[in-house]
């Protein structure tokens, strides 16, 4: 009896992994994909040039879980530009993040706005 319960167990065990494996899969295709990302996401002015990523995350962490915070840098300088884009895991997050529009951080009123899809990524050039 002892080993029809462990072999009951250990076939219980196999299944959940798999399934596991397929939501792992799931996952990882919902944050990679395109679609979506732009509905799921804000952009943030008015950010306190030394204000790191995870303040930012702080700071709207009430709103829902976070896929990923950015704070947009200079590509020649590095210098923080003074705004940022955060993408949720979940669409209803974005009301909540819109919200804090106004709010305070870092001793700054940042703005928060819904993030619109860049539109050089709909069109291609040659240099």
């Not at 319960?5 to 944050?31: Q, R, W």
């Not at 896929?67 to 210098?79: E, N, P």
Request: hydrophobic share 35%.
């Amino acid at each position: 009896k002892v080993d029809q319960t462990f072999e009951k167990l250990k076939d219980s065990k196999n299944k959940m992994l798999s399934k596991l494996k397929v939501l792992k899969t799931l996952e990882k295709n919902i944050v990679s994909s395109p679609l979506g990302v732009h509905e799921r996401s804000i952009f943030i002015e008015n950010v306190e040039l030394n204000t790191t990523v995870n303040e930012l995350k702080l700071h709207f962490k009430a709103c829902g879980p976070i896929v990923r915070a950015t704070i947009i840098s200079d590509k020649l300088t590095g210098q923080p530009k003074g705004y940022a884009y955060m993408e949720f895991w979940n669409k209803s997050s974005i009301d909540l993040a819109m919200t804090l529009n106004g709010s305070f951080l870092r001793g700054r009123t940042i703005k928060v706005m819904c993030k619109r899809p860049n539109k050089h990524q709909l069109t291609t050039t040659t240099k």
